[in-house]
Each structure stands twice: as C-alpha cells, then as structure tokens.
C-alpha cells in the first residue's frame, strides 16, 4: 500500500513527482507529501491530508523548485491520518524519507533512538527509518553505507527512498518485501513503487529484487543484491498505456471499468483457443508440460480475486476431475497445510502485488507443489515473476478499487485452466467444445446484461435508507452472492453479507424483515428449484427481495419480490454474466449515498501490506 515517486534530473521535478502520485492514488489516498532539495541546498516539504489534489493545490500556491525529490501518497497503518503522519518523514531538517511496508520492530528502535536523542513528530513506523539514517551518517560518511546499515536494523517489509540534503542529485533506495522499479531517463533516473507513476517520463524500467538497494544519480543505477554485491538487473521496455484522466463519457472509472468487460473478455480469449483447445502456450511456453501431472489444485487468494477462486473450485471439481482447495492468503500463510502429490499452487491477483497472496506463493515454494500458477492483471507483477506459469488477463489497467472486470477476466482463466486440465484428464471432445462454445458466446452475453442498467438504476433508490442486506445464491452462484455483497458494502457502506441459500435456515432467516433487501442470484440450472423454495421461506417471513433470474426461470414479481430478468445463458458462464448486474446495483446505489465510488474510504486498490 501506498505509492512512493523519486526523481533525480536537471529539471524541476515537483510536477512529475506530482503526476506519478496521481496515478498512484490507487495505492491510498489519505493522505501525500513531497520534499524537494532546493538549489541552496535545502529540504522544502509540503504534506497536506486528503486526496494528491489538495497537495496540488499546495504546491499550486508555494511552488517548489528542486531538481531532485521524493513523494508518497499516503494509506494509514501506524498513525491516524494527520499531517504530521503524512510521508516524507525528515530527519534534522537534511534526511528526508519515503516508505510503503510496516517496520515491525519501530517501538524498539524508537526507544533507541530516542536515547540518543532524536526527538519523533509522528506516530509512524516510518519515521524510524530517517531517525536511524541520520544516526548512521555520524558513523559513514556516504549516504549508501548509511542507508545500508539503517535496513539491516529494520525488521518488517519496507520499499524506500532516501534524499540527503549533504548529497544533492543522489537518492537511494531499498526493496524488502515493498516493490520498487526504477525508471531510467536521459540525464534523469526515477523511482516508483509501480511503473504506472513514470510511464510519462520513460518506458525503461529496472524490477529491483527482494534484498537490493539501488543508488540513483541523474546519470547513472547502481544496484546491488542482498549481499551487497554489485548487480546488473534486467531493462524492460514496457508498452504500458495508462491514461489517468481516461474516464471517457463516464462519471467514474468502476462504471467505465464495468462496460468495458465484453471487450476485456474478448482480449481475454484472443489467440488463446485453437482448434477447440487451450493453446499450448496460454499459460506460457511449456505449460502443458506442468499442467499434464497435476492432480490437486490449491487456490489462494485476497478479496474478489478469492472469489473467482471459490467459482473455479465447482468448475474444477465438476469439469476436470481436479480436486480443488481455495483459500484466503492471509489465512493459508500463516498454518500448517497438507499438501497433495502433484498439486498446483494457484495464485489469483489483479495487481499481482497483495502481500498476503505473494508471501503464500513464496511459501509455496517451501511446501513440495509441483508448481505455481498466478492468474493476473499485471504482466510485470512480481507474482507473475515469481510464478512458475502465468496467465494474464489483460483486463487492461483497473482504476477503480472495486474490481470489476479483472474478476469477470480472471474467472475466464480459470475456465480456461479447466480446459487446459480436463484436456489432460480425459474431458470428452463434446464436453471441451460446450465450454468453447460457452467461452466464446460470453462476451455477447455480457453485453445484453449491460442493458439492465437503466432497470437497475431505477431500483437503487429503494435501498438508499437501508442498512442491512443479504444475498443468496446456490452453487456456482454463491461466490457470485459473496462478490455481489462485497461490492455493495465497499463502494455504497450498506453492510451486505452472503450466504448459501440452503444455509438461510440453520441462523440468518432471523435478520429477515421488511427492512432488510433480500438480493437473489438465480439463474436457470440444476438448483433452481431448490432455490425457489429458499425465496418462499424468505417470502413466508415478509422479506422484501429482488430477484435477478433467468427470463426461463419463470419467478412471478410481486409486492414482495422484485424480478429482474437477466437473458438466458449458458449454465457454465452463468457466474460470469450475473455478476454484471450485481456489479451495476452496487454503483448506482453507491451514487444514491453519494460515495466516492472510486476511492471507497479506508480502502486501497493494492493491499501490498499485510
Ligand atoms: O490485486 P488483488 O486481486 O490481489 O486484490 C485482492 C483484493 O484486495 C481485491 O480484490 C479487493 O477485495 C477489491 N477491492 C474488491 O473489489
């Protein structure tokens, strides 16, 4: 979580330290800060609380002038969200200090330090780190040793950037467990926690790896690994397109984001089904090799991405013959797990940086699976990096927090993992063509559920005074009920729970009453009439429900239930088409309260603490 900017050049660099922070807003915005090194020699910083704009407008009003800086936006761990806690964090008016991460031990090393006499302004953890530098700097003369004998001190995840007002044009930085890319320029460097930050001021990147520390001046990297021996990391050209003011005609990015999923499935599928198969590079070059032995999948995951994950355990397990476990990261990393012979590890992520998933799939590595597999938005994600296979969903770049068409994105490649399996399983030719041809009529199908916008609209103002409510669904459609309700209580803060419909009776048929929208997913298959029968006993406990169900599946709407008919679709990519109007209700009753849709409170797009 939040966003770190560091640029060295021969021109002022306050607007691209600015720029980046922008389009980092999606790592938190409560919060930013920057500080430049001024000609004289000086620290000038400006932090404000709120969104990157409000220092815009600071900065608007006192100009700052350096050709070398640091900034942050800010997503509060250790310390409320004031001004003081905001990054950069400065040390006796010449060590200034960015971080992303959590340093664990900052109680220790902050009675240390005050020992010796460093007075602290903030509640953070962060600003140890420029205490403890400073200290260093009485011992080494350089900033690099310095900064060098600081981290070895810091336990915890850090990425972090360090000025020196002693050492103008110079910034170094350190990666361990927070990612850091460096940005290479013509007599310019940059550093940014995501590349998105520095896409206007070069397409050369430098990925640091856990462990290194980099020293950046305007004409020259110098990077050295976790033994502190000198490196040579790879340069990536990248062709990443980012457009932070690209809204289009619409109001917020999550309902552009959520219109642009027929064409992010298409993209999705593009060149990846040949011959009515999965081809053999989908997942990357020598895939099918992996893919072949692999009897037990274990999906792990954060938030909606776990839910695409829950959808995929019904398809494996049905489809494919696979056995399948799902498992939120941040549960699995921390306990004792049996793993199966030949298993999968599966890793689902739209940023591919959540620090939970990641720290499983380098547990993974520990544990005996035969390998690792991430499904992701990111292609220079350190999840894609460190994965044994990938398969990008080039969904294309999610702004908003909620997620929208990763998800959809992300379940058809689970689909097409079970595909890829069930090939090597014996899945018969007639069952693979059925889910091709499922696959490849999605898109369209998204598209007439994009149509119920209007009729959804006109019903979210039926939820504007409530507080509570509920979704149900069966199978398949359960996850779909959790997703549905995660999106609801993230961007409109009505609180929403999900349940399996089967489950109402063994506890929550008690919440029932007229003040609690009941919200069912029930699309034409197999458990459909099971389902009818959850909707009576809602119904029998005067619960007021909205009803989103195939046209076939033949609910009467009345005073009590209101049905929105969702045009017939295959069973197989029913999850995917259903989740569209959830997502569509969730956005126009988080307009009704008047949310801020895209930037959700307390929330951040990337959770990379843990
Ligand atoms: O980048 P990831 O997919 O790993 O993120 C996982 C969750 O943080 C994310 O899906 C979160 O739950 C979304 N804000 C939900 O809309």
């Not at 409320?80 to 905001?86: M, Q």
């Not at 839910?307 to 489809?319: C, I, K, P, S, T």
């Amino acid at each position: 979580m939040c966003g770190i900017v560091g640029a060295t050049s021969e021109r002022r660099i306050s607007e691209i330290l600015l720029e980046g922070l922008k389009r980092l807003e999606y790592r938190g915005y409560d919060s930013a800060g920057l500080a430049v090194l001024s000609e004289n020699g000086q620290i000038e910083s400006l932090r404000r609380t709120g969104k990157v704009q409000e220092l815009k407008d600071a900065v608007g009003e006192h100009p700052l002038g350096g050709t070398t800086g640091i900034a942050h936006t800010r997503w509060a761990t250790h310390g409320g969200v004031t001004e003081a806690n905001a990054h950069p964090h400065i040390s006796n008016d010449c060590i200034a200090v960015v971080h992303n991460g959590i340093i664990e031990n900052h109680s220790k090393l902050r009675e240390k330090l005050r020992e010796l006499g460093y007075e602290f302004r903030s509640d953070t953890d962060t600003e140890v780190i420029c205490h403890l530098v400073h200290h260093e700097k009485q011992q080494h003369a350089d900033l690099f040793d310095a900064v060098q004998a600081a981290v070895k001190q810091l336990d915890g995840a850090y990425g972090t950037v360090v000025m020196d007002c002693q050492d103008p044009g110079r910034l170094v930085v350190a990666r361990s467990g927070s990612p850091l890319v460096i940005g290479l320029g013509i007599g310019e460097n940059f550093v940014a926690s995501d590349q998105l930050a520095l896409l206007p001021v070069t397409r050369k990147f430098m990925y640091l790896e856990e462990g290194d520390m980099a020293d950046i001046t305007r004409t020259g990297v110098k990077v050295y690994d976790k033994s502190g021996s000198r490196i040579e990391r790879a340069i990536h050209e990248s062709d990443g397109q980012y457009d932070a003011g690209g809204k289009g005609n619409y109001r917020h990015f999550m309902l552009k984001e959520i219109h642009e999923q027929p064409s992010a499935v298409r993209n999705a599928l593009e060149g990846r089904l040949v011959d009515g198969k999965v081809s053999g590079n989908a997942f990357g070059e020598g895939s099918m090799d992996v893919l072949k032995d692999i009897e037990h999948v274990q999906i792990v995951a954060c938030g909606t991405s776990y839910h695409a994950g829950m959808v995929a355990r019904y398809w494996l397990e049905a489809l494919a013959g696979v056995s399948c476990n799902v498992e939120i990261a941040s549960e699995f990393r921390y306990r004792q797990s049996h793993v199966h012979p030949n298993s999968l590890l599966v890793t689902i992520s739209q940023s591919g940086e959540t620090a939970d998933t990641l720290a499983a799939l380098r547990l993974s590595k520990e544990l005996g699976y035969k390998g690792s597999l991430t499904i992701c938005n990111v292609s220079t994600s350190s999840m894609v990096r460190e994965s044994d296979l990938a398969y990008m969903t080039r969904a294309g770049t999610e702004i908003g927090v909620a997620s929208t068409k990763a998800f959809t994105t992300q379940l058809v490649g689970l689909m097409m993992l079970v595909l890829a399996l069930g090939q090597s399983r014996g899945l018969s030719g007639d069952k693979q063509q059925h889910i091709v041809g499922a696959l490849k009529a999605l898109p369209a199908k998204l598209e007439e559920a994009l149509l119920l916008s209007d009729e959804i609209e006109a019903l979210a103002p039926e939820f504007a005074d409530k507080f509570h409510s509920l979704f149900l669904g069966r199978g398949s459609q359960y996850p779909i009920a959790m997703e549905g309700a995660l999106k609801l209580k993230e961007i409109s803060y009505i609180h929403a729970e999900a349940y399996a419909a089967g489950e109402l009776k063994h506890g929550p048929l008690a919440l029932i009453d007229a003040e609690m929208p009941v919200i069912v997913v029930a699309p034409n298959d197999e458990l459909l009439e099971k389902l009818k029968s959850n909707v009576e006993e809602v119904r029998a406990r005067g619960g007021i429900m909205y009803v989103f169900a195939d046209k076939d599946a033949h609910f009467q709407g009345d005073a009590s239930m209101r049905v929105i008919n969702v045009s017939h679709c295959d069973e197989l990519i029913a999850p995917i088409v259903y989740t569209i109007p959830l997502q569509l209700l969730s956005y126009f009753v988080a307009i009704i309260k008047g949310t801020d849709v895209d930037q959700p409170r307390n929330l951040a797009k990337s959770v990379t603490v843990e």
